[in-house]
Antibody, heavy 119, light 109 residues
Framework: EVQLMESGGGLVQPGGSLRLSCAAS????????MTWVRQAPGKGLEWVVN????????TYVDSVKGRFTISRDNAKNSLYLQLNSLGVEDTAVYYC????????????WGQGTLVSVSS | QTVVTQEPSLTVSPGGTVTLTCASN?????????PNWFQQKPGQAPRSLIY???HKHSWTPARFSGSLLGGKAALTLAGVQPEDEADYYC?????????FGGGTNLIVL
């Protein structure tokens, strides 16, 4: 059974940092590109970043470029998102999702982890 | 910057048929935008329904179908069930940059 479990969310002050993790199981992690999507409270979905299977290609939404960094450790079946210089506008539930095997899109999603940025 | 537009809200009767659409401000939506559709119920994570315009996942109910319609991506629900009441989001790929639509709140009434 494919499972994705996010962790690392919490309350942080503006300007602070957090590192989110996504533990994957039930599939060969290194065969799939991965993505992070976020959702601000009461708002819609916002794509954040994609990473390819070996971590050599990363694509970010403009609003997080230079502040967020995606990475993966295929040996540990884990995906990460380093969040730096956080602002109140980054408050959201962050979801990790698995990419479809061959075409842009996703299939399995985690349950999300909440990041709250507040003073 | 690509902006993706969906109907904010639609209402459908149980057993009825409804089509949700997904438009891009850059022009017609094509299969090259790899349209995806997602369902999200309150308090739950999104669930992928459709990828590459019309391809279904193994868990996608048969009553859901994706297509291109009049320059837009479309999600059609035929024989709507009460449990289909949810928010629906489309996603377009614009040269490797993904953009979600604002979502459609589907009310089954």
């Amino acid at each position: 059974e494919v499972q994705l479990m996010e962790s690392g969310g919490g309350l942080v002050q503006p300007g602070g940092s957090l590192r989110l993790s996504c533990a994957a199981s039930g599939f060969t992690f290194s065969d799939y590109w991965m993505t992070w999507v976020r959702q601000a409270p009461g708002k819609g979905l916002e794509w954040v970043v994609n990473i390819n299977e070996d971590g050599s290609e990363k694509t970010y939404v403009d609003s997080v470029k230079g502040r967020f960094t995606i990475s993966r450790d295929n040996a540990k079946n884990s995906l990460y998102l380093q969040l730096n210089s956080l602002g109140v506008e980054d408050t959201a539930v962050y979801y990790c999702a698995r990419g479809t095997a061959t075409l842009p899109g996703t299939d399995y999603w985690g349950q999300g982890t909440l990041v709250s940025v507040s003073s | 910057q690509t902006v993706v537009t969906q109907e904010p809200s639609l209402t459908v009767s149980p057993g009825g048929t409804v089509t949700l659409t997904c438009a891009s401000n850059t022009g017609a939506v094509t299969s090259g935008h790899f349209p995806n559709w997602f369902q999200q119920k309150p308090g739950q994570a999104p669930r992928s329904l459709i990828y590459y315009t019309s391809h279904k996942h193994s868990w996608t109910p048969a009553r859901f179908s994706g297509s291109l319609l009049g320059g837009k991506a479309a999600l059609t629900l035929a024989g709507v069930q009460p449990e289909d009441e949810a928010d629906y989001y489309c996603l377009l790929d614009s040269g490797g940059v993904w953009v979600f639509g604002g979502g459609t709140n589907l009310i089954v009434l």
